[in-house]
């Protein structure tokens, strides 16, 4: 068990529709990170968060929108969905800040969307 | 753009050989992490390394990290069906807030 807890687990919603994923970070964990994996992409960056604010955003959709809120959990929205948003979304916490002193980084066990 | 590539992909092995698994770029890294994932889970961190020439050990498994900082491998003595998962590895370039990811290595081992 990592410390990082997501919610949905599974999810299964259709084309056009709009969808949260929640995640809660470790405890005295101020960064979260969210990741998308897809099979023929692998795991790819979305966004960071540090302590609230937004530090670094990777390849994330327009219609991809991510927030940290005050008590550090993160909810990622997903609207106007596609077929080929289909993928398992990860949100990870980072042991440090900012700037993580090594870049480890602890998982949640992920959301699994299917768009029909 | 920054490239964490990893060979072999996908990798099928009896119990009891060994192997080993690489990562390259072309960037510096100021850290790189091996994961390893097993299906429907998340990646569980197995290693950092930050120095360059850094040689760690976790029982079987032996992890090094290019004199350069560009490249890492990862050995495995006496592969085990257990070992069985995808292993990534993940790097943080210097002057970089993100951890990007490798495809991953594909392992099978078999009984």
Redesign the interface.
Known sequence: D?G?TQTPKHLITATGQRVTLRCSPRSGDLSV?W?QQSLDQ??Q?LI?YYNGEE??K?NILERFSAQQFPDLHSELNLSSLELGDSALY?C?SSPRG?????????????S?LTVL | TQLLEQSPQFLSIQEGENLTVYCNSSSVFSSLQWYRQEPGEGPVLLVTVVTGGEVKKLKRLTFQFGDARKDSSLHITAAQPGDTGLYLCAGLYTGGFKTIFGAGTRLFVKA
Do not use: D, K
């Not at chain 1, 900012?98 to 992920?110: S, V």
């Open positions: 990592s990082v990170y990741y692998g795991l960056f960071q530090r670094a990777g990860f990870a900012n700037r993580p002193n090594t870049g480890e980084l602890f998982f949640g066990e992920g699994r």
